[in-house]
């Protein structure tokens, strides 16, 4: 039996090649690695939460100290989220003045792959306005983010049922949610479409509470981060709710922010119409702004300010 030393075994190995395999294959790598990116900033957002809260601990007693850390805390790691933002996307809103100063209403967005542009917007409004906002959620984020207990909290991240939202209604927040939820992120494109599955909740909430309802699109999120919705997964999603497909991305395109003018709850026959009204909203907001159907390239090029004024 013949055997082969080291130097023997490395003379049949083409390292050119497997060189040209590593750069061939490691933008494709970085852009699965994105997400996971996103999740080790909210797990570091939490570790800053926790060490302002630990130092408040054990350098201060009693007073309004007591009652600042926590507002201090998120003023730097919104800090560090909207530097991210304007470094990485160039974020930017338009419409703020939609949002009422005072009193609770309904924020109902289209749903990226990755919301990223909700944490973007809520780290916008931890900076430069005094609003609460309560974020409604999956359950399974919940389940799958273990150790974020203290900066979902500090966030006021909701599971979303009617008890809690309508209580976040009545201590005057402004309730931000999806009607098409994980669905839509895992099951939407380039192309934009709402997929609300005849979801009238929110409106539901709204005429109940009396809040107006505001519509939020965000351009270019779709080009942002993508899934990759394989048949098959459509199916499994619908069967067991577990968000199992894959999606890539972080990819640094222009993200702006729209929020529309408020959509009262009054006048409407009932929750139907009201929920189909703000779904036409949306998708006028989103034919109005958004290339469809969406172009990684083109959102690159948007950074550029000459690109950036083409209307679609």
Sequence with gaps: MEFYNATQIMSYIDFDYINWLVYLFKP??????????VGVMLYLSDIALNIFKLKHILFYSGGNLREDWRRLALHWI?????????????????????????????????????PIDIYYLVAKMLLHSERKLALVTDRFVFR????????????????????????????????????GGTREALFSDNYYNLIWNNRIGFAKLAIESGCPIIPLFTK???????????????????????????????????????????IQSTGFTGAQELAEHVNYTINIMISRNQRI????????LERLSVFDTIKY
């Design 78 to 114: 919104a800090l560090f989220w909207y530097t991210h933002a304007r470094v990485w996307n160039g974020y930017t809103v338009r419409g703020l003045e939609n949002l009422p100063a005072t009193g609770s209403a309904i924020l109902t967005y289209y749903h990226g792959a990755l």
């Design 28 to 37: 494709i790598v970085y852009a699965f690695l994105a997400p996971v990116i």
């Design 144 to 179: 799958y983010w273990p150790g974020t207990k203290l900066i979902f909290g500090a966030l006021n991240l909701i599971e979303g049922t009617r008890e809690q939202c309508l209580k976040a209604l009545r201590e005057g927040h402004i309730v931000v949610l999806s009607p």
């Design 220 to 262: 270019n999120i779709r080009e942002s981060f993508r899934t990759i919705p394989f048949g098959f997964l459509r199916e499994l999603y619908e069967r067991t709710r577990q968000p199992l497909v894959p999606i890539y991305g972080g990819f640094p395109v222009k993200l702006t922010t729209i929020i529309g003018k408020q």
């Design 293 to 300: 159907p969406g172009s990684i390239l083109l959102a690159l």
